[in-house]
């Protein structure tokens, strides 16, 4: 098992930036991947980005060039810097892992997830 806590997320202006990270409760280093979701109200959980162990990272057509996922291994973190955030970005984020007996892609759903954190961009 796999506990997964968010922090970072907040209230910012269009245009500005955050930076979120999930923090897991044991070593990753055998965990497959690791991502970030986002659900807007009254719309469907979407990938925002994904990196696995040895893989590009993939991010959504809607934040490429925006957005930035970093795994750090060492301390056990996922981290996604967020750049130039719009309005449409207002959602909660959830951070997701892959087990190590996974397929560890991200075209299937994460085994784990976070509780969630609140990212609101004012316009």
């Known amino acids: 098992q796999v506990q997964l806590v968010e922090s970072g997320g907040g209230l910012v202006q269009a245009g500005g930036s955050l930076r979120l990270s999930c923090a897991a409760s044991?070593?990753?280093?055998?965990?497959?991947?690791m991502g970030w979701y986002r659900q807007a109200p009254g719309k469907q959980r979407e990938l925002v980005a994904y990196v696995g162990s040895a893989t590009v990272p993939h991010y959504a057509d809607s934040v490429k060039g925006r957005f930035t996922i970093a795994r750090d291994n060492a301390r056990g973190t996922v981290y996604l810097q967020m750049n130039s955030l719009k309005a449409e970005d207002t959602a909660v984020y959830y951070c997701?892992?892959?087990?190590?007996?996974?397929?560890?892609?991200?075209?299937?759903?994460?085994?784990?997830w976070g509780q969630g954190t609140q990212v609101t961009v004012s316009s």
């Open positions: 044991r070593s990753i280093s055998s965990i497959k991947a």
């Open positions: 997701g892992a892959w087990g190590p007996y996974s397929s560890g892609t991200y075209l299937t759903p994460p085994d784990y």
